[in-house]
C-alpha cells in the first residue's frame, strides 16, 4: 500500500467515525468526505511536491573526474581536483571538504601576487546554477595538508564536500600522476 493510499484510507477511517457519532445522513458523509478527501490528499501532494524541488544541494551536484595528485612519499601536503557542476535548481557554494586521508582540507586557489603564483585559502567556492566549476592545477583545488596515508597510485581517497546547506557528498578520487610540468625555479611547491 503506497503512502497516500495509507493517507486516503486513514482520512476515510476518521469521517466512517465520524459519520457513526454524528448519526449523519450517507448523503451528506458522502460529499463532505469526498470533499475534504480531496483537498487533503491534495495538500498533502502539494507539500510532498515542494520538498521535492527543494531537495538539497548535495542532490543536484554532479563531480566530474575528481583525483588526488600523486606525491612523493615524506611530502606532507596534496591537493585534489575535479569538476563541480551545479545541477540544482539554486546557486550554492561548496563550504568545506574532508578526507580521512589528510588531517585537515582546506579549500585554496592560486593567485598572482608580484609576478608569482602563490596559493591562498578561500572560505568557499561558489557554485553558480547550472554551471560547471573546474578544480584544476594552478587554480582552485582542494589542499590536502598533514597527509595520514601514503598516496598509492590508483588507489581511492575518500573526501566529503560540505555544501553551503550543510548537505555533503562523497566522493571517491583515485590517486593520480600530474601530467602537467608547471615548475619553474623553485616555485614549484605552491603548484598543485
Ligand atoms: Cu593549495
Do not use: W
Not at 582546506?106 to 585559502?121: A, N, P, S
Not at 554551471?131 to 575518500?158: A, N
Not at 550543510?166 to 616555485?187: I, N, Y
Amino acid at each position: 500500500m503506497s503512502f497516500s493510499s495509507a493517507f486516503e484510507s486513514a482520512i476515510y477511517g476518521y469521517f466512517r467515525r465520524r459519520l457513526i457519532e454524528d448519526s449523519d445522513t450517507h448523503e451528506e458523509f458522502s460529499k463532505m468526505s469526498c470533499f475534504k478527501r480531496f483537498s487533503l490528499v491534495g495538500l498533502f501532494l502539494i507539500c510532498a511536491g515542494q520538498a521535492a524541488v527543494a531537495g538539497n544541494v548535495a542532490d543536484g551536484i554532479m563531480v566530474d573526474d575528481p583525483y588526488v595528485r600523486a606525491v612523493p612519499p615524506g611530502q606532507p601536503n596534496s591537493a585534489s581536483f575535479m569538476g563541480l557542476h551545479n545541477m540544482g535548481k539554486e546557486g550554492s557554494a561548496l563550504t568545506a571538504a574532508s578526507s580521512p586521508a589528510a588531517e585537515v582540507v582546506e579549500l585554496h586557489t592560486h593567485t598572482m601576487e608580484e609576478g608569482m603564483m602563490r596559493m591562498r585559502k578561500v572560505e568557499k567556492i561558489d557554485l553558480p546554477v547550472g554551471e560547471m566549476v573546474k578544480l584544476q592545477p594552478g587554480g582552485l583545488h582542494l589542499m590536502l595538508i598533514g597527509l595520514k596515508q601514503k598516496l598509492v597510485q590508483d588507489e581511492k581517497v575518500s573526501l566529503t564536500l560540505t555544501f553551503e546547506d550543510g548537505s555533503s557528498l562523497q566522493v571517491d578520487a583515485p590517486v593520480r600522476k600530474l601530467q602537467m610540468r608547471m615548475k619553474q625555479d623553485g616555485h614549484q611547491r605552491h603548484m598543485h
